[in-house]
Structures are given as C-alpha cells and as structure tokens.
C-alpha cells in the first residue's frame, strides 16, 4: 500500500516530511481512497470514522501490530509443538508425517523461515524405535541438507511396508 501511495503521490500525506507540513485535502482523500481499497472491507466501518488518511494509517498500523504479536506469540508456540513431537509406536508414517508437515507449513504462513534440512533432521530423530536403524543409515550416507522432506517421507513409508510385509511373513 505504501507503495502505491508513493507512486501516486500521495504518501506524503501519511507520513509527512516534516512536524508542519501542509496537506492538500485532495491529496488526503486520495491517499484515504487508496487505504480503503487497500484494506478488508470489514475494518472499512471501524475506520469511517477517521478523518484523515495519516489517522487512518496510523489506527491500522496499531491494529496489525497487536495482529502481529498475536502471530508471533502463535509461531513461539508452534516452535514448541514441533520441537516436542515424538513419533508414537503405533503411529503410522503418514499419520506422523500429516502432523509434521501441518505445524510447519502453518509456521511458514505465518512467515517464520524454517529451512528444509531442518525438517528433515527433526523427522529422523523424532521417529519410533522401529525407524531407529533406517533412520540412522539415512543420515549416515544421505545428504540431509540437501534432502527433501518428500523424500524421507516416502523413504520412510517405503520402510513401514517392508517392515508390515516382514510382520506378515512372521504369522
């Protein structure tokens, strides 16, 4: 939006230059026109009331600011879900896997910069005893860096059918 309004002219009105500059009303209602096409249309009634376009740049600079402690407080939590997740005995790798994958992906949304060999590393130490073995020939003699999660996933799921068609056998 800041963008826009600089290429218009206009932004000038919601950040002024200096403490007594003067503001041309049809450059604030342009500006304000901008900020209303920029927005949700459910703030556009919270914000009517403002009467000029640097009021209301500066009642949304302090909604989002709460919108983006809120996100962080919620990425911190995130943190801690995907650092204290183990992979139960019973669960299955897709199971596992579906949890792994959705915690991260929504730190992602949220903006937080997760890299891939990250992921990678956190899905062989958190596998079940059962994956122990496979999971440390992986990191033995794969590039974990350069893995994707894709990839130790259907490594891993490629393993889980190996082992139920061994378990078969045994009956």
């Given at each position: 939006m800041r963008v826009?309004?600089?290429?218009?002219?206009?932004?000038d009105v919601v950040e002024p230059q200096t403490a007594n500059t003067v503001v041309e009303v049809k450059k604030d209602k342009m500006a304000l026109a901008f900020i209303y096409q920029g927005i949700p249309e459910e703030f556009v009634m919270s914000l009517s009331?403002?009467?000029?376009?640097?009021?209301?740049w500066e009642a949304l600079r302090t909604m989002f600011?709460?919108?983006?402690?809120v996100k962080t407080a919620r990425?911190?939590?995130?943190?801690v879900e995907?650092?204290?997740?183990?992979?139960k005995e019973t669960?299955?790798?897709?199971?596992?896997?579906?949890?792994?994958?959705?915690?991260?992906?929504?730190?992602r949304t949220?903006?937080?910069?997760i890299e891939e060999g990250y992921v990678v590393k956190k899905l062989l130490m958190a596998v079940s005893s059962k994956f122990l073995q496979f999971a440390s020939t992986l990191e033995q003699f794969g590039d974990l860096d350069t893995m994707s999660v894709e990839e130790v996933?259907?490594?891993?799921?490629?393993?889980?059918?190996?082992?139920k068609g061994h378990r078969e056998s045994d009956d």
């Amino acid at each position: 939006m800041r963008v826009f309004m600089q290429a218009h002219g206009v932004w000038d009105v919601v950040e002024p230059q200096t403490a007594n500059t003067v503001v041309e009303v049809k450059k604030d209602k342009m500006a304000l026109a901008f900020i209303y096409q920029g927005i949700p249309e459910e703030f556009v009634m919270s914000l009517s009331e403002k009467k000029s376009a640097k009021e209301t740049w500066e009642a949304l600079r302090t909604m989002f600011v709460g919108a983006n402690r809120v996100k962080t407080a919620r990425v911190q939590t995130l943190k801690v879900e995907f650092e204290a997740m183990i992979m139960k005995e019973t669960e299955s790798v897709d199971d596992f896997s579906a949890k792994v994958t959705n915690v991260v992906s929504t730190m992602r949304t949220l903006g937080e910069t997760i890299e891939e060999g990250y992921v990678v590393k956190k899905l062989l130490m958190a596998v079940s005893s059962k994956f122990l073995q496979f999971a440390s020939t992986l990191e033995q003699f794969g590039d974990l860096d350069t893995m994707s999660v894709e990839e130790v996933i259907s490594r891993l799921k490629a393993h889980e059918e190996r082992l139920k068609g061994h378990r078969e056998s045994d009956d």
